[in-house]
């Protein structure tokens, strides 16, 4: 069964600063990846997904994402962070076969101070 | 467009008690994933529905059931309650085919506390 590690359970940073949120997956084949994002008091929501083609993917809100198929790594970056962004972040693997189902990381609560 | 809506949005049981959750897809969608996420996890995987046919099972006992109905929509039913299965369970619908095929939209969820 595919799993998913997300580095970081708590980030703190200060308006404008750069972002970069760590996700490993472990599984061998071919896989869709997705980063969700939950606003404090609102519904978990999607950011960004990669499907195949450029690793290099664009989400909403300036969000962006890199695929490294060689480090089984789907890590999420902003260069600059708003105190909007303030939520928990879930990276999650789907094996790219079949009715196979989303498997979510444990989330990183950032937190972005004004 | 209405999103995904889940009833009831919090519910408090003790327990030993059953509790039925409801769940409405994004109009068009046919498939329904039901996940568990408790205070400082990621969701769960506990089922996923599509056309009225149980595609896929996550690691819940037996307690946990659920059934899709001919418009889609779907329950989610757990039996004689333990204090472990208070959590936030959400729905989450997906189109199959096309370029939305495979992302889920997810509800608010419903809250369950058991006491």
């Known amino acids: 069964a595919q799993s998913v590690s997300q580095h970081n359970h708590h980030v703190i940073l200060s308006e404008a600063a750069s972002l970069e949120l760590g996700c490993n997956y472990s599984y061998g084949g071919t896989v869709n990846l997705f980063w969700y994002v939950q606003y404090p008091g609102q519904h978990l929501q999607l950011l960004l997904k990669?499907?195949?083609?450029?690793?290099l993917v664009k989400g909403i809100k300036g969000f962006e994402a890199e695929f490294i198929k060689s480090k089984f790594s789907f890590n999420l970056r902003k260069p600059s962070v708003q105190w909007s962004d303030t939520a928990e972040y879930f990276c999650?693997?789907?094996?790219?076969?079949?009715?196979?189902?989303?498997?979510f990381g444990k989330g990183t609560m950032l937190l972005v101070s004004p | 467009d209405a999103g995904v809506t889940q009833s009831p949005t919090h519910l408090i049981k003790t327990r030993g008690q059953h509790v039925t959750l409801r769940c409405s897809p994004i109009s068009g969608h046919k498939s329904v994933s039901w996940y568990q996420q408790v205070l400082g996890q990621g969701p769960q995987f506990i089922f996923q529905?599509?056309?009225?046919?149980?595609?896929g099972r996550g690691n819940f006992p037996d307690r946990f059931s659920a059934r899709q109905f001919p418009n889609y929509s779907s329950e989610l039913n757990v039996n004689a309650l333990l204090l472990g299965d208070s959590a936030l369970y959400l729905c989450a619908s997906s189109s199959v085919g096309g370029s939305g095929a495979n992302v889920l939209t997810f509800g608010a969820g419903s809250r369950l506390t058991v006491l």
């Open positions: 529905y599509y056309e009225k046919e149980e595609r």
């Open positions: 990669y499907f195949s083609g450029d690793p």
């Open positions: 999650a693997v789907r094996k790219n076969s079949g009715y196979s189902t989303l498997t």
